[in-house]
């Protein structure tokens, strides 16, 4: 009998858990223990000290809560400490930036890739970097001109705009994504990316997927929203794969676990739960307060 994976998650808030959503859709037999660093929400302006630090506190208290792998479903910590966090832990991290330049470069159908993202995510460069590894990886895109032009040498793709949107997390923590000041805010931060001829615009923070919507309604149907989580689950199947293979080799005593979900934060735990029931409807029974100093 096989053993049910328990796998940690967290973010700066409640954005990780557009995450979870696609995570339980494509993989529901897991245990998830989240966490929503809400009393420090937002890390898009925080030093990349802080960030490795929050990390780092995170992660133990998810290791020591049962978890086997850890996604960092923040591209602002993904962006500026999964590197360094990979070096102090040994269990699996995965983080958004490679699967979401993959899918980026995959999805492109004119090569003008967009990213909208924190103030520390585009200031890191991350997605730039990572699209440029897919690219010397020889990764070709699904669009058949592009492909053809790759093959002869060129560089078709590229990074062509980012655009910083502050304003938008402290939105969704307060659970105003479908407002008109949304649509107003949105408005300001898009307008731009249809001249640059973007096509392909990362949702590269994720809080975004929130805000989708309002997203739409100002560009319209015509860019492709690309959302790094689809390609998360991706990395996350093959790590749960290594575990698999990793318990077959050990014998285990099978404790029988009635949880699925766990769910805590480091600030409110009612706000949390009614802006996440909003994406999970039901999924966020109960949320408990975790606090351990600055
Ligand atoms: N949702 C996170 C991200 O993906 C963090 C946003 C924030 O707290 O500023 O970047």
Redesign the pocket.
Known sequence: MRRQHVIGMF???V??LTVMKEILEQIPDLRIIYFGDTAR????NRSKEELIHFGEEIITFLISQGAEAVVIA???SSANALPELKKNFDIPLIG?IEPGARLAVHKTSGGKIGLI??EG?VRSKAYNSAISRVLAKGVLPENRELSESWQEGEQPIALVKSQACPLF?PLVEAGLSKTPEARGIARTYLTGFAAAGVDALILG???YPFLVPVIRDVLGEKIALIDPAKAMVDELRKVLKELDQAQETKTMSIVKETWKLRFFVSGDPELFQSVGNTLLPGHIQEVRQVTWGD
């Open positions: 973010d700066s808030g954005g990780g929400v937002p890390y898009g923040c591209n602002t958004t993202a924190t995510t997390v923070c994720t809080h």
